[in-house]
């Protein structure tokens, strides 16, 4: 599987994007997907995953109220939602999968990556 993430830009405190990841490849396997994020001079850490098939998300507590992942499986894209920006949200966002779950995701780590996008949130 192939994972193309976009979406990332610049933002004001308090604002929002959306970041997509678009999925390609074996896009017929039971992959659950998620968001990791690296600020700089920090390790990459969890975001947010959306399980497959019944679509169970989980968040970061720093994620939780703020940001919203989900899918669309007839566009083969993933989202991140990401409300109410804060300038500790500056970071390189990478999107992942992961075939054994969103637990192993989160835990474990995923068996694929994207490259990352990057989201700036200023003060």
């Known amino acids: 599987v192939q994972l193309q993430a976009s979406g990332g830009g610049l933002v004001q405190a308090g604002g929002s994007l959306r970041l997509s990841c678009t999925v390609s490849?074996?896009?017929?396997?039971?992959?659950?997907f998620g968001w990791f994020r690296q600020a700089p001079g920090k390790e990459r850490d969890f975001v947010a995953s959306i399980s497959w098939p019944r679509g169970r998300t989980d968040y970061a507590d720093s994620a939780k109220g703020r940001f919203t992942i989900s899918r669309d499986s007839s566009k083969n894209t993933v989202y991140l939602q990401m409300n109410s920006l804060k300038p500790e949200d500056t970071a390189v966002y990478y999107c992942?999968?992961?075939?054994?779950?969103?637990?192993?995701?989160?835990?474990?780590?995923?068996?694929?990556w994207g490259q990352g996008t990057l989201v700036t949130v200023s003060s």
């Open positions: 490849g074996d896009t017929s396997s039971r992959y659950s």
């Open positions: 992942a999968a992961e075939p054994r779950g969103s637990s192993w995701l989160r835990q474990r780590g995923p068996s694929a």
